[in-house]
């Protein structure tokens, strides 16, 4: 293969003085491509940093797989527990209790979601990383709290609340609450609503209003006894070894329980709120990647005057004997030099943007985001992608200009030289 078009393509590079405009277009064109590349490859780790953080913080009071049954309770069968935990990629299995309840305190009363799980520190639930005060094992015992203000005391199972919440009712470690049953007890004076008393032993912070507001966490036999389960539970939570093996895991505990259980991955649980996210992040995606258009247009400009300004050259290397393919390379390769160049210098530029966010963050007001500086997640193969779509438009860019001065006439281009 003859090396002459990338060397005359390199020789274009260097303007000459009477063509300084030409070359202050292709240093235009190269900035353009640089700014694009720095701008996608910066908002594309910005926004898998918000992704996965989001994804982090369900998946803490969320299980990796979720097996339920089609009413508000599972068939009672102590072996699908045992079952599942025997399973490949299975690393935690379960059972759990959840209902709807009012909590109220001396001050307030709120909505909450009452959860009933096994008081062991290993269980699916991930209360290590977010308990702010007590443990969850203080939930498998009983703790004396005061009466009234006479001092008598009196013994009360424990329950774990969200921080928002235990604000809402104004409420701290080692005060009394009363979970109250939306189901009635008959009586002889009429219905009246079924209340159990619990202390405050723990308070959570998920980082998320949704959970730290509504999430109240008791032993699952408290829960089965408040509301009324005997035996049952509400279903089975799983946690995997893998994350990314979640969706397999689940197809191979739906062919170990059968079809009496529902089996559903996180993936299938919070399908529509990454299905938002999937889609915000390619919508910024493809209008970023406009910024690397307009800079392939810049190219196109560049390319076409470099084309009307070498015309006698390019005659009299035809005269030469040089081809159409050849011609047309020159071009190529010097559009191509120009991308190559500005899509390196916007991956060097992104790759050190994000690298200073990460170290040093960026504030985020705290009643707007869920997370005090902005997350980044910096993946090679995200890069890689915005290399080749920026070298790609780059070279549909030098196409039209190559074919332009392929298709010169040596004879009309000399003809009134």
């Known amino acids: 293969m003859s090396r002459y078009p990338l060397f005359i393509g390199m020789r274009y590079l260097r303007a000459k003085r009477r063509e300084g405009f030409i070359s202050l277009i292709t240093f235009i064109a190269t900035g353009g491509v640089a700014i694009g590349v720095m701008t996608l490859n910066v908002v594309l ?37 045992p079952r599942l935990r025997a399973l490949p990629g299975v690393v935690v299995a379960e059972p759990y209790v959840q209902g709807q309840a009012m909590l109220a305190s001396a001050a307030n009363i709120a909505g909450v979601m009452a959860r009933g799980v096994p008081p062991s520190g290993g ?24 009466r009234d203000a006479s001092g008598a005391t009196v013994t009360l199972p424990g329950i774990i609340l969200g921080k928002e919440l235990a604000r809402q009712l104004d409420v701290q470690p080692g005060d009394p609450v009363s979970l109250v049953s939306p189901v009635t007890i008959p009586t002889v004076i009429g219905p ?79 399908y529509n709120l990454f299905s938002a996210i999937l889609l915000e992040k390619t919508v910024y995606f493809v209008v970023l990647l406009l910024i690397v258009l307009v800079a392939g247009f810049n190219i196109v400009a560049t390319l076409v005057m470099v084309v009307m300004e070498k015309h006698k050259d390019i005659a009299v290397l035809k005269s030469m004997g040089a081809t159409r393919a050849a011609i047309a390379q020159i071009f190529i390769y010097k559009g191509l030099v120009i991308g190559g160049v500005g899509t390196a210098i916007g991956s060097a530029a992104g790759l050190a943007l994000c690298e200073l966010l990460r170290r040093y963050g960026v504030p985020l007001p705290k009643d707007v985001f869920y997370v005090s500086t902005v997350p980044v997640k910096i993946y090679p193969e995200y890069f890689a992608l915005v290399v080749g779509v920026s070298l790609a438009i780059c070279l549909i860019a030098t196409l039209y200009p190559a074919r332009q001065a392929s298709r010169l006439v040596p004879v009309e281009a000399i003809r009134y030289d």
């Open 45 to 81: 780790a910005v926004m898998t940093g918000f992704e996965e953080d989001l994804r982090d913080r369900i998946l803490a009071f969320t299980p990796h797989v979720l097996v339920t049954g089609y009413g508000t309770s599972m068939p009672d069968d102590p072996a699908v527990v």
């Open 123 to 146: 269980g699916v639930i991930d209360f290590a990383r977010h308990l702010r005060a007590g443990s969850i094992d203080d939930l498998a015992t009983q703790h004396e709290v005061r």
């Open 192 to 270: 009246v609503p079924k209340v159990k008393r619990f202390a405050v032993v723990g308070l959570f912070d998920a980082g998320m209003i949704e959970y730290d507001s509504s999430l109240a966490y008791l032993s699952l036999a408290d829960a089965q006894r408040f509301f009324d389960l005997g035996d049952a539970v509400s279903g089975i939570e799983v946690r995997t070894g893998d994350l990314g093996h979640a969706d397999a895991t689940a197809v191979a505990i739906a062919s170990a329980v059968g079809f009496a259980y529902q089996v559903r991955s996180w993936k299938q649980i919070n």
